[in-house]
């Protein structure tokens, strides 16, 4: 999939899951699914897959923020998770994702509109203080040959 978005140098890609056989399979993981019904509820639905490609050589950066509100939705967060699948190893020097532990549970935060396209599109956390949040590297879970 990544071949495919090369010459854009595409960094989001909206619902590969809806296209992707890989990422159909990684979506209906047993591992994952049992996760989130344990979570949530045993009845789950996927509303929205991305997948985000970090080019070699160029800057990539997400605003701090909460899945699961934007400019379209405020899901509940009752009834609703965000689950993050590496397609290839992350550590701190790869960019791997960060996390405030806890921040869950203190609802949806204040926001500043971002840009309406790109990474950056949304809703970017008004505050956050970088010694507040840890870094959380991932093994990949779908082979990268499957991308």
């Not at 405020?74 to 998770?81: G, K």
Request: proline share 9%.
């Amino acid at each position: 999939m990544a071949a495919t978005h090369r010459a854009a140098r595409t960094e989001v890609v909206r619902n590969p899951h809806l296209t992707a056989e890989w990422a159909r399979h990684a979506v209906r993981s047993p591992a994952l699914l049992n996760a989130v019904r344990q979570a949530i509820s045993p009845d789950i639905a996927v509303e929205n897959t991305f997948l985000v490609i970090k080019w070699p050589g160029r800057p990539f950066e997400v605003p701090w923020h909460q899945d699961g509100i934007n400019d379209r939705i405020e899901l509940d967060p009752h009834r609703s998770v965000a689950a993050w699948l590496a397609l290839t190893d992350t550590d701190e020097t790869t960019g791997c994702l960060r996390v405030i532990p806890g921040s869950q549970q203190h609802g949806y935060l204040p926001y500043d509109t971002e840009p309406d396209a790109g990474a950056a599109r949304g809703r970017a956390l008004a505050s956050v203080a970088s010694t507040r949040t840890t870094p959380s590297p991932c093994r990949h879970v779908v082979p990268a040959t499957a991308a």
